[in-house]
């Protein structure tokens, strides 16, 4: 009698937007914010944050886009941005108006996050490319007309 010899078919391997989004936001984080100073005090810490100006919960449209992050100590980070925006975000306006005012029409612009878009946001991520990170650099463009 011959045995039956069950052969296992090979799923292709799938690659989750969510696994993809989550690493690829640690080194975005990691770009913006380690060894750079605190855009709040100058100090730099051996540990520094990514604070995202626009929450990514809110806005995850900018949250690749070098203009809707800088870096923060943990103190400016959570005590001032967080827990003080009434004096936030006039500080913020008042220090980066050209960032104010790109975000301003940026945050309206809609990115559907698909894999292949967050991997080549990983790529221009390990090239430095922050122009290429930029979702509205048309903005910018218009700015310097």
Same mark, same amino acid.
């Given at each position: ?43 730099? &810490? ?12 809110? +806005? ?22 967080? /827990? ?7 500080? &913020? ?8 005012? +790109? ?12 894999? /292949? ?11 430095? /490319? ?12 218009? /700015?310097?007309?």
């Amino acid at each position: 009698m011959r045995r039956k010899v069950h052969t296992r078919k090979v799923k292709p391997k799938v690659i989750k937007i969510g696994v993809v989004i989550r690493a690829t936001q640690r080194e975005f984080n990691k770009m913006i914010a380690s060894g750079k100073p605190c855009v709040k005090c100058g100090q730099t &810490f051996p540990v520094m944050q990514c604070s995202h100006i626009h929450s990514i919960g809110a +806005y995850p449209n900018l949250r690749f886009d070098p203009m809707n992050a800088f870096p923060m100590c943990g103190r400016h980070h959570f005590f001032f941005w967080h /827990d003080d925006p009434g004096s936030a975000w006039p500080w &913020f306006e008042q220090s980066f108006p050209g960032r104010y005012e +790109y975000l301003l029409k940026a945050k309206n612009k809609l990115v559907g996050w698909t894999v /292949d878009k967050v991997l080549e946001v990983r790529k221009k991520i390990k090239e430095k /490319d922050l122009r290429g990170l930029l979702i509205a650099p048309e903005i910018l463009a218009l /700015d310097k007309q």
